[in-house]
């Protein structure tokens, strides 16, 4: 399975709204397992298909750390939000970028699996702020968005900077992440 290119802040694509997905094949099971492939080798926790220049619906994540509890998360959407929180959040499409970011920290999620079977679950914790951070992706909207104008714009000259000073050959994907 290939590893996937993920997109880099300040990419005009991270900022596409993703449609939904309506067809559950072959195709799209691939995609799901080349998405787990790059989250894990970027590392990160959560991907979402925007971020890999796929604007579906579509997300993964695994906040384990041993790689035991992957999730595949199809047309999402919260239907109920409890206890607003703050917590650090990072991002592999912001490299090397962390901030508190305030979300709810218990949700309950509707959405599909990869064969189109809906379903419902409760998360809470990492879990919680993870699945909203990767369905703002889906959004079109990055985490960088909740920060101040001024932060921003310093984050997105630093990683435009970044991005010119090192080798082409060295540049690596990176993918969606939040900090463990």
Known sequence: MPL???LEFPDPRLRTR???VTVFDAALSRL???MFETMYA???IGLAA???DVHRRLLVMDVSNDRSEPLVFINPEVVAREEIGVMEEGCLSVPGIYDEVERAQRIRVRAQDRD???FERELDGIRAVCLQHEMDHLDGKLFVDYLSSLKRDRIRRKL???R???????RTPAGAALTR
């Open 4 to 6: 996937l290119e993920i």
């Open 18 to 20: 993703a449609a939904p």
């Open 32 to 34: 799901i397992d080349d």
């Open 42 to 44: 970027a590392p990160g």
């Open 50 to 52: 925007s971020q890999v």
């Open 116 to 118: 189109g079977k809906v």
């Open 160 to 162: 435009e900077k970044e």
């Open 164 to 170: 010119r000073d090192r080798p082409a050959a060295g």
